[in-house]
């Protein structure tokens, strides 16, 4: 059974920085995309973010671009997400969420968000 | 990029309803559209994927369909705990964008 754990939330005030974790056990991340997707107070789900397994293909919603990165470490079996320029609108539950799985035969199982993490809190206020 | 649309966007009804929530794409995703259960305070879980096929472990009152740009969830027989928000989500292409949920609860 797949695990994936978030870290790195906080109290960051406007115009910071903060580096989020993903950390995944029982499963290998290196075959598969792995994505960010947050939710702001009392609003719906918003997918952030999305690296392919071999990092050659990164995808962001505009409202981001510029400010935040998504990396990973497969090594580490973790991915992260560098965010700049916080403004209070980046307010969110931020989770990781397991995507696209690059199978043994070379093709993608075309599989949506099956693996969630239980998310960290960023909240950006002075 | 494509837009996902829900309707409606909250509905009441009493246990042991039929239950019926529509998602329209902009563009069609073919039939790479998934939903999603969000109880309160919880993780999404993935209900349905590739427009109708259960995920394991949930309940066969769910049932999904669709295909192109038009596509719906159904709870046959509402229970007190599928009270929750539900979300459908286009999975061909990033953007991965997500619909803004349609909140459902008990009469």
């Known amino acids: 059974e797949g695990q994936l754990v978030e870290s790195g939330g906080g109290l960051v005030q406007p115009g910071g920085s903060l580096r989020l974790s993903c950390a995944a056990s029982g499963f290998s991340l290196r075959s598969y995309w792995m994505n960010w997707v947050r939710q702001a107070p009392g609003k719906g789900l918003e997918w952030v973010a999305s690296?392919?397994?071999?990092?050659?293909?990164?995808y962001y919603v505009d409202s981001v671009k510029g400010r935040f990165t998504i990396s990973r470490d497969n090594a580490k079996n973790s991915v992260f997400l560098q965010m700049n320029s916080l403004g209070v609108e980046d307010t969110a539950v931020y989770f990781c969420?397991?995507?696209?799985?690059?199978?043994?035969?070379?093709?993608?199982?075309?599989?949506?968000?099956?693996?969630w993490g239980q998310g960290t809190l960023v909240t950006v206020s002075s | 990029d494509i837009q996902m649309t829900q309707s409606p966007s909250s509905l009441s009804a009493s246990v042991g309803d039929r239950v019926t929530i529509t998602c329209r794409a902009s563009?069609?995703?073919?039939?790479?559209l998934a939903w999603y259960q969000q109880k309160p305070g919880k993780v999404p879980k993935l209900l349905i994927y590739a427009a109708s096929t259960l995920q394991s472990g949930v309940p066969s009152r769910f049932s999904g369909s669709g295909s192109g740009t038009d596509f719906t969830l159904t709870i046959s027989s509402l229970q007190p705990e599928d009270v929750a928000t539900y979300y459908c989500?286009?999975?061909?292409?990033?953007?991965?964008?997500f619909g803004p949920g349609t909140k459902v609860d008990i009469k």
């Open positions: 563009q069609g995703p073919g039939i790479y």
């Open positions: 989500q286009k999975y061909n292409s990033a953007p991965f964008t």
């Open positions: 690296i392919k397994q071999d990092v050659s293909e990164k």
């Open positions: 969420a397991r995507g696209w799985h690059y199978n043994d035969r070379g093709t993608y199982d075309w599989n949506p968000f099956d693996y």
